[in-house]
């Protein structure tokens, strides 16, 4: 492809960088260096959300606020148990943190993040010709994987607590008119939430008052996003999250869910949310008159943090627009770059426009 629309350079810094659930810190920092060239003021809290504001024109409501969310957790492990003998080699368990398919586990590269530094391990897998055919078709578990750092067992001991954490080895590659690697979820939208941030602060200005948030412990469960819908108590809540794209052989047309390429996906329903018709109604006419391509979404299970602010402060409107994603929850996450580019644009165009007169209660 010619060039890709937005700066590849940082979406890959915040997907290769370590953050799982409850340990965000890495990706924290990187957000706050953005976000502080780019709002009024940010702050964390004590789960370590960060909120970056930009204050909304004068001639707008003053107590009129928008939130937007995504967040900055990946799927990882945290290690559960050292094991070993005496003169022999070591071994790593794990504690899955996040929804984990055990069978895309075997033989991936991973990084084990100790008091003392970062260590790279491995992922075991043995010889399928070694294998009998009861093993051949046992389903694998998260807590049979092991990881080998290639140390013998009374040094791996020293260097390696359980509650240390393990994140996947991977990097970031342009592939087609793609772009693929690990934390995509939800990182690219990240990005995207941090590159509209930009855009706004560029021009004129929002004339609502925006409150950019990223969330933690989002694959735990929605925790950082519940705790900031008390917190910010916005007037509406937009969240991003990548949805499922199965337009892959093996799924018939029903089952794709979104379609690489075909645009922003704006959220009707997942397996946590129903979101506000008027707010995805109103998503959808900003994305036409701006001739944004976009996509609707019908989840039918999996959760974002949209469901986190609809109700923990009362009922609030909300809605969601989603990065379609093949092969989700693994190292190989893959979206099209044309469809990061319409989430840019589509919660650009949307918060440039919100002002507090749109009326969404029902």
């Not at 003021?41 to 107590?63: C, K």
């Not at 790593?92 to 996040?98: D, I, K």
């Not at 934390?183 to 609502?208: I, S």
């Not at 840019?344 to 919100?354: G, W």
């Amino acid at each position: 492809m010619e060039s890709v629309p937005f700066d590849v350079d940082l979406l890959t810094e915040l997907t290769e960088t370590s953050g799982v659930p409850g340990y965000e810190d890495r990706v924290r920092e990187l957000v706050i260096d953005e976000l502080e060239d780019t709002v009024d003021r940010v702050r964390t809290d004590a789960m370590g959300n960060v909120v970056g504001t930009l204050e909304g024109g004068a001639d707008s409501d003053s107590d009129y606020s928008v939130a937007v969310a995504a967040h900055m957790d990946e799927i990882g492990f945290m290690v559960r148990h050292v094991r070993g003998s005496e003169d022999g080699p070591g071994f790593v368990e794990l504690e899955a943190l996040g929804g984990w398919d055990a069978r895309v586990l075997k033989a991936q590269r991973v990084t084990i993040h100790t008091e003392d530094g970062d260590l790279p391990g491995v992922i075991g897998s043995p010889p399928p010709h070694t294998l009998d055919d009861e093993e051949r078709e046992k389903t694998p578990k998260v807590e049979d994987a092991f990881v080998d750092v290639g140390l013998p067992y009374e040094e791996l001991e020293e260097r390696v607590s359980p509650g240390d954490l393990v994140t996947m080895d991977q990097t970031t590659e342009l592939m087609g008119e793609t772009i693929t690697g690990k934390a995509l979820d939800d990182r690219v939208c990240l990005f995207a939430m941090l590159e509209a941030a930009r855009r706004l602060a560029d021009g004129d200005g929002p004339e609502a008052t925006i409150h950019f948030c990223a969330t933690v412990q989002e694959e735990v469960g929605l925790r950082g996003a519940k705790a900031l819908g008390v917190d910010v108590d916005p007037d509406l809540a937009i969240a991003l999250d990548v949805t499922v794209a199965n337009d892959v052989p093996g799924f018939s047309d029903g089952e794709h869910v979104t379609d690489l390429g075909d645009g922003a996906a704006i959220k009707l329903k997942d397996g946590s949310v129903i979101t506000s018709p008027k707010v995805h109604r109103r998503l959808k006419a900003v994305a036409e008159d701006e001739e944004i391509d976009y996509q609707l979404e019908i989840l039918p299970a999996g959760g974002t943090d949209t469901a986190g602010f609809q109700n923990v402060a009362g009922a609030k409107p909300v809605g969601a627009i989603s990065i379609p994603t093949r092969y989700l929850h693994t190292v190989t996450e893959t979206a099209h770059v044309d469809d990061v580019a319409a989430t840019i644009d589509l919660l650009y165009a949307f918060l440039e426009s919100e002002d507090g007169s749109q009326e969404y209660t029902l």
